[in-house]
């Protein structure tokens, strides 16, 4: 790791540390306000703690299969060139291929209010593996921002001289303490497109709860919901940008125990809320050009709103 870039990081508490996942270095950072985790592998946002709370994300302690393309349920996973299975090749991975590859720290410093600034990269040009995945050349960029809460600006340049075909997510395990009791708000007559009812289009009746198995890709969605955990008398707002999908998962108990990838009772302690472009808010990006997808998640406590 560049020498310069470890000073830097060194200046806004930050230090590189072993991870067992894939044998990949994650950053730490520690400040008065809050604690992260970025891991290197995957590009994952895996932890923000503001200090005094639990983690605003969710870690399954179920490592997965050991394999190239073995899943893992945690922090902030980029879904990215494809949400989902991919429609062409089968034997192509689930949600992309931007999670099962290292990215490289590029930028490490503060924005002018003080939040911390870290920006990861990931190429084309890099790995022959992606090369042979997928016929674009790209360029990702993270740029993480640390500190009353997070955020995470996302951005794709197509570096090909065609135009690319995209469908993503900010893949967001949100810690809760009760699935039964969590809600989430702000979708309330928005269409999804329900994935445990065979695709069937439904329209949204007032609030998401409990947030019990659920797989649900919500069109043109609004851009802020909140999502209100009483018992841990806590709620975060979500806001994205270049975003046109919400995309809402909880495997419940049943698919829980099918799953060697998490753990029986995890379900129990997390929902995923995605920052997304899916299903039929899939886009392209015309050749040279790049697309940004950004949230922001602050927490309030209860007692205050
Ligand atoms: O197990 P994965 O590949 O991380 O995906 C988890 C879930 O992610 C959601 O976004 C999908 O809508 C679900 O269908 C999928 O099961």
Not at 94 to 123: C, M, P, S, T
Request: aromatic residues 10%; negative net charge; charged residues 25%.
């Amino acid at each position: 790791m560049d020498a310069q870039l470890m000073r830097e990081l060194e200046e806004i508490g930050g230090e590189i540390r072993p991870n067992s996942l894939r044998e990949c270095d994650e950053i730490f950072i520690d400040q008065p306000s809050y604690s992260a985790r970025i891991a290197l592998w995957g590009g994952h946002l895996v932890s923000f703690v503001p200090t005094g709370q639990a983690d605003l994300l969710f870690q399954s302690i179920n490592e997965g299969a050991q394999s190239r393309f073995g899943r893992r349920h945690f922090g902030v996973p980029v879904c990215w060139p494809w949400f989902g299975a991919n429609a062409e090749d089968d034997d192509l991975p689930a949600h992309g291929l931007a999670r099962y590859f290292r990215w490289q720290l590029v930028e490490v410093g503060r924005f002018k209010n003080g939040d911390a600034k870290i920006v990861i990269r990931l190429a084309s040009e890099d790995h022959p593996l992606i090369e042979e995945m997928w016929p674009h050349a790209f360029e990702l960029r993270q740029v993480f921002r640390l500190g009353e809460g997070f955020s995470i600006n996302f951005s794709a340049a197509n570096l090909s001289d065609k135009d690319m075909p995209i469908s993503e997510a900010l893949h967001t395990y949100f810690y809760i303490g009760d699935n039964q009791t969590a809600q989430v708000h702000g979708l309330d007559g928005v269409t999804y497109v329900d994935k445990f009812d065979d695709a069937k289009e439904k329209v949204q009746q007032g609030i998401v709860s409990p947030c019990e198995e659920l797989d649900r890709v919500y069109l043109h969605a609004p851009e802020r919901v909140e999502l209100i955990d009483p018992t841990l008398g806590r709620k975060l707002r979500i806001e994205s940008e270049g975003a046109r999908s919400k995309v809402l998962w909880n495997p419940g108990e049943a698919l829980a125990k099918l799953r060697t990838d998490i753990e029986d009772d995890e379900f129990r302690h997390f929902v995923c809320i995605e920052t997304a472009n899916a299903l039929s808010n899939a886009y392209q990006i015309p050749a040279g050009e790049m697309h940004q997808l950004r949230f922001t998640v602050q927490v309030e406590s209860l007692e205050q709103s």
